[in-house]
C-alpha cells in the first residue's frame, strides 16, 4: 500500500498570505489527522477529519482550518500568514473507525517558511 | 500544560546495550500510547504502541511497558544499533479521542558504534 503522501513539500510565503497544504491518506483509511512541528513547541495537533467532518480540534486560531473530501483527501488552509507560522506540517492518517486505538501513519510534511 | 513529557532530551548509547526511553504522563483519561522514531524534515515512523489494559508489549528488538499507577511508560531498545540514532516520541490518546495525539517533546538517542 502506498503510504501518506503530502504536497507541496516545501512553500515559501510571505506575511499576510494565505496558504492550502493537501494530504492523501492511505488507501482505506477514512480519520486524516493535522500537526504542526516548531523547534519551541514540538509536535501539536491541530484538527481531525473523519467522514468529511471535524471530529477534533486542537488550540489554534481560526486561521487554520480544514476540510475532508468524499475520498478521504484532506487539505489545510492558513490565512493571513504569520512569521510564527513557519514549522513543519504533518498529516497522519488512520482507519477511523475504533474509539481509541488506531495507529496513525504519517506523512513526510510540508515544510512551509514565512518571511 | 504538558500532559505529555520526555524528561530526557537526549540519550547516548553503546551500541549492543540496551536504550531506555522513558516518558510520564499525567491525564488519567489516556488510554493508547505510541512510540514514533523521527528523523529531521521528515515525518515520524510509527514503532510500537500499548493499549491500557496491557502493561508490556513486544515486537522485535522494541519493547514498551507501561505503568497505569505510576503513569509512567518506557520503550526499550535491545540491542542498540547505530541505525536507531533520531529522536523519539512518545505519544498518547484519550478514550474516543484516537485522531487526537498528545506528544512529548522528544529524546534524541545517539548510538555510538
Known amino acids: 500500500k502506498a503510504g501518506v503522501t503530502q504536497t507541496p513539500r516545501y512553500l515559501i510565503k510571505t506575511r499576510g498570505q494565505q496558504v492550502t497544504l493537501s494530504c492523501s491518506p492511505i488507501s482505506g483509511h477514512r480519520s486524516v489527522s493535522w500537526y504542526q512541528q516548531t523547534p519551541g513547541q514540538g509536535l501539536q495537533f491541530l484538527f481531525e477529519?473523519?467522514?468529511?467532518?471535524?471530529?477534533n480540534k486542537g488550540n489554534f486560531p481560526g486561521r487554520f482550518s480544514g476540510r475532508q473530501f468524499s475520498n478521504s483527501r484532506s487539505e489545510m488552509n492558513v490565512s493571513t500568514l504569520e512569521l510564527g507560522d513557519s514549522a513543519l506540517y504533518l498529516c497522519a492518517s488512520s482507519p477511523g473507525l475504533a474509539a481509541s486505538t488506531d495507529t496513525q501513519y504519517f506523512g513526510p510534511g510540508t515544510r512551509l517558511t514565512v518571511l | 500544560d504538558q500532559q505529555v513529557k520526555q524528561n530526557s532530551p537526549s540519550l547516548s548509547v553503546q551500541e549492543g546495550r540496551i536504550s531506555i526511553l522513558n516518558c510520564d504522563y499525567t491525564?488519567?483519561?489516556?488510554?493508547?500510547f505510541l512510540w514514533y522514531k523521527k528523523y529531521p524534515a521528515e515525518g515520524p515512523t510509527f514503532l510500537i504502541s500499548i493499549s491500557s489494559i496491557k502493561d508490556k508489549n513486544e515486537d522485535g528488538r522494541f519493547t514498551v511497558f507501561l505503568n497505569k499507577s505510576a503513569k509512567h511508560l518506557s520503550l526499550h531498545i535491545v540491542p542498540s544499533q547505530p541505525g536507531d540514532s533520531a529522536v523519539y516520541f512518545c505519544?498518547?490518546?484519550?478514550?474516543?479521542?484516537?485522531?487526537?495525539?498528545?506528544f512529548g517533546q522528544g529524546t534524541e538517542l545517539s548510538v555510538k558504534p
Open positions: 505519544a498518547a490518546s484519550a478514550y474516543n479521542q484516537g485522531g487526537k495525539l498528545i
Open positions: 491525564n488519567s483519561m489516556f488510554d493508547y
Open positions: 477529519y473523519f467522514s468529511e467532518t471535524q471530529r
